[in-house]
């Protein structure tokens, strides 16, 4: 198993910028796919952005591409969502998750583990 914890979550205006991050422990880091992904007040748990194993790969939402940056460091057990140009639509519980597997997925239930969020809200 392994466990999840967000960080850097927080209030700010409308173009500016916030960078997530999400400390891993347990078994070995370098062994999963990551995904950052985000729900809003009311609507269903969204896919923002995922990470192969080795970082060599990455794959976005259209509606977060050329804005946000998904990256990791195996060494440091970390995997980081840049996020630029934020719009209140970002507003959003963002939440980190680990995938057993080889394949980039952008869907909820291919993700095996959970942290437990950390909210980002985005002003005009």
């Known amino acids: 198993q392994v466990q999840l914890v967000e960080s850097g979550g927080g209030l700010v205006q409308a173009g500016g910028s916030l960078r997530l991050s999400c400390a891993a422990s347990g078994r070995p880091f370098s062994s999963y796919i990551m995904g950052w992904f985000r729900q809003a007040p009311g609507k269903e748990r969204e896919f923002v952005a995922a990470?192969?194993?080795?970082?060599?790969?990455?794959y976005y939402a259209d509606s977060v591409k050329g804005r946000f940056t998904i990256s990791r460091e195996n060494a440091k057990n970390t995997v980081f969502l840049q996020m630029n140009i934020l719009k209140p639509d970002d507003t959003a519980v963002y939440y980190c998750?680990?995938?057993?597997?080889?394949?980039?997925?952008?869907?909820?239930?291919?993700?095996?583990?959970w942290g437990q969020g950390t909210q980002v809200t985005v002003s005009l």
């Open positions: 990470i192969t194993r080795s970082g060599s790969s990455t």
């Open positions: 998750a680990a995938r057993d597997g080889t394949i980039l997925s952008g869907e909820v239930r291919r993700y095996d583990y």
